[in-house]
């Protein structure tokens, strides 16, 4: 049925057709109240017939009329269905004489078309339920385009939001390399050149509409953290906290990089003696709680994120961040930056807890 109306020559076949059998049943079973002979119902079907053949070509002629200005397209209207309500009716006057009435003729042509104000009706309701349903048609379709058109902007939306990764990364890893180089230490370079490579792969193919499993994520963060691991050293530390059963749950790819990103900046870069990051994932309820929790200075909390701007990098990231939220999960979700015990910036950010459908097959 689906498939039916996908066409709408089907359609128009399909309802067209189920008009004019739908004309015949209402008629018939007004015509038991009568107690009309069975030859009738002959005279019926051959009246449908007519009429279905005689509507057709109203089918071609109002796609033709149907940018007109209204006053003429209902003027043409008019006329049309008045001018195939006469036929219809000199039509069915001569099927009911020829065959109900044993070939009964009458003795003024005028009576041939004494009904037609009742056909007239018929192929007006004809055409307003052409134009209702073609109307119809168009708005879907252009509703149908509206939803395409807001869909790709949306998908841009994510694709270049997903995309902004700050490019001081890829600068300062190369930079690193080239020094690793300099100093006879090839054997790290390759390892870091092989870890950004991982991480620009799976930051590059993954898809930013599709939602990707927490370990997904976990094992791209370890591939950035190991990057950044051979730039610090023993001044970066970091930890794992993920509660076991969450690994599959669904996030937007590299939701976590931005966050760790400014840890790292401004909890061990800033820092002499370095600093730690803290990563945790767990269940709330119906909801995934992930925390990126660092022990560097801080920042001073407002009551919304941090504006960016050319000195406040991070505010980059966080904004960022909330629009990647906001596009794929409308208001179902939280941002929310608190100061870290006994120091520095925690970042959480709660989500609905999905899961990938596993189809069951059929034993």
Known sequence: MYKLFEDRGRQFWFLHTLGWLGFVLVNYLGSLVQETRDAFLI?????????????????YLYQRIW???????????????????????????????????????????????????VAFYVILSWSGLYFGIKYYQTLQLEIQKSLTAT????????KMLRYQLNPHFLFNTLNAVSTLVLINEADTANKM?????????????????NKVPLEQELYAARLYLEIEKVRFSERLNVVFDIEAGV?????????????????????????LEGGAIAIT????????????ADNGPGMTLGDDLPT???????????????ERLGALYDN?????????????????????LQFEQVEQQDA
Do not use: C
Request: net charge positive.
């Open 308 to 322: 960016p701007s050319s000195n406040n990098n991070s505010g980059v990231g966080l904004v960022n961040t909330r």
């Open 67 to 117: 940018f007109w200005p209204p006053w003429k397209m209902i003027l043409t209207v008019l006329v049309v269905a008045a001018i195939i309500a006469a036929i219809w009716t000199a039509v069915r006057n001569f099927n009911y004489w020829e065959i109900y009435r044993h070939g009964y003729r009458p003795d003024d042509w005028i009576k041939y078309i004494l009904n037609a104000p």
């Open 332 to 352: 179902n979700f939280a941002l929310v930056l608190t100061h870290n015990q006994p120091q520095g910036l925690k970042v959480n950010i709660r989500i609905p």
């Open 151 to 158: 869909n790709k902007a949306h998908e841009a939306q994510l």
């Open 43 to 59: 005279v019926l079907a051959l009246d449908a017939y007519v009429g279905w053949l005689l509507t057709i070509p109203l089918r």
């Open 193 to 209: 050149l092989n870890r950004l490579s991982d991480f620009l792969r799976y930051s590059l193919y993954k898809d930013p509409i």
């Open 247 to 271: 690994e599959k749950a669904l996030v937007p790819s590299l939701i976590l990089q931005p966050l760790i990103e400014n840890a790292i900046k401004y909890a061990v870069a800033s820092q």
């Open 281 to 292: 994932a767990k269940r709330f309820g119906h909801d995934l709680l992930l925390e990126v």
